[in-house]
């Protein structure tokens, strides 16, 4: 990932409303969300909403797709594996200790938080 892009993702996820909207598409899963679960998920009203997403979209964050009538947005995963992989590239620098507990989070196991 370029920094430039990196720079768009972060400014795209530096508000509120819109970080809420990808952590809850990352949660939707594959199958994303339609625009109105979203916004009443978020607590966004619609015209809002539109203006976030658009700006999510533009980051290359998230998609959008027609499905009959309803417009259902999905994450872009592969735009967070770079995201992350931009952050950790210069990682640990011969001291995998450092990194280890980014990794171990990565690799979706439960923190002691999680499990108690």
């Not at 994303?32 to 009443?40: P, W």
């Not at 700006?55 to 995201?83: K, M, Q």
């Given at each position: 990932?370029?920094?430039?892009r ?33 916004g ?55 001291h ?21």
């Amino acid at each position: 990932m370029e920094e430039e892009r990196a720079l768009a993702a972060f400014a795209a996820l530096s508000q509120e409303t819109r970080l809420r909207i990808v952590r809850r598409l990352i949660q939707a899963g594959p199958d994303g969300l339609a625009a109105g679960a979203l916004g009443e998920a978020v607590g966004a009203a619609t015209s809002r909403l539109s203006f976030h997403l658009t700006h999510l979209e533009h980051a290359g964050l998230i998609r959008s797709r027609r499905d009959g009538r309803f417009i259902i947005y999905t994450v872009l995963y592969p735009a967070f594996t770079d995201l992350i992989g931009f952050l950790l590239r210069d990682c640990c620098q011969g001291h995998p200790e450092i990194c280890a507990p980014a990794l171990k989070m990565l690799a979706c196991e439960p923190t002691a938080t999680e499990t108690a």
